[in-house]
């Protein structure tokens, strides 16, 4: 079954940016769209966005300034971008496998998420 | 943006209690929610999609109902492994959002 890994600096120092690998084993990227999730220390689930397999994206607005989300065929992974960061920032991490509901207009909207990487903590601290 | 509340924010029953969680969505979203469990120290996992729909390997005391803005999961009969923190989570529209999370507790 399909199995996901994050993977990246466990630490960021304020202002640099935040860069994440999710690594997909046991199916391709190809086949289906992806999110990341995040959930700072102690508190609840933040969507941060998602990708298809052909690199049609879309970002949750509190974030959409400053993330991107690449996807890397060729690798079987997916990425996390997230500039000038604040401790604000500091989260556990989470990419998962995504399914999708076609709303009017045509819009992609993520439905469930299962299933989940184990997560990686990353803290921003000088 | 639409706003999920969910309550209680914890709570604590005996193993065999009943258990009942509810989530409250800030405007219509039909029977698009789902449910996840997330322990101590792990990822989610989902339970329950479309509202009351239980994903496959998924015990039967868990159950989930409701449609447009009020919803409910239910524990029918509480176990040690059910000790957690339930989210829901909305997927109407953009953003997709989650509840704050109930926590579930063994007295």
């Known amino acids: 079954q399909v199995q996901l890994q994050e993977s990246g600096p466990g630490l960021v120092k304020p202002s640099e940016t935040l860069s994440l690998t999710c690594t997909v084993s046991?199916?391709?990227?190809?086949?289906?769209?992806w999110s990341w999730i995040r959930q700072p220390p102690g508190k609840g689930l933040e969507w941060i966005g998602y990708?298809?397999?052909?690199?049609?994206?879309n970002y949750n607005p509190s974030l959409q300034s400053r993330v991107t989300i690449s996807i890397d065929t060729s690798k079987n992974h997916l990425s996390l971008k997230l500039n000038s960061v604040t401790a604000a920032d500091t989260a556990t991490y989470y990419c998962?496998?995504?399914?999708?509901?076609?709303?009017?207009?045509?819009?992609?909207?993520?439905?469930?998420?299962?299933?989940w990487g184990q997560g990686t903590l990353v803290a921003v601290s000088s | 943006d639409i706003q999920m509340t969910q309550s209680p924010s914890s709570l604590s029953a005996s193993v065999g209690d009943r258990v009942t969680i509810t989530c409250q969505a800030s405007?219509?979203?039909?029977?698009?929610l789902n449910w996840y469990q997330q322990k101590p120290g792990k990822a989610p996992k989902l339970l329950i999609s479309?509202?009351?729909n239980l994903e496959t390997g998924v015990p039967s005391r868990f159950s989930g109902s409701g449609s447009g803005t009020d919803f409910s999961f239910t524990i029918s009969s509480l176990q040690p492994e059910d000790i957690a923190t339930y989210y829901c989570?909305?997927?109407?529209?953009?953003?997709?959002?989650f509840g704050g999370g109930t926590r579930v507790e063994i007295k």
């Open positions: 046991g199916g391709s990227v190809i086949a289906n769209y």
């Open positions: 990708i298809s397999y052909s690199g049609h994206t």
């Open positions: 998962a496998r995504v399914g999708v509901r076609i709303a009017v207009f045509g819009v992609v909207i993520p439905s469930w998420f299962d299933p």
């Open positions: 479309d509202a009351s």
């Open positions: 405007q219509d979203i039909n029977k698009y």
């Open positions: 989570q909305q997927y109407d529209n953009l953003p997709v959002a």
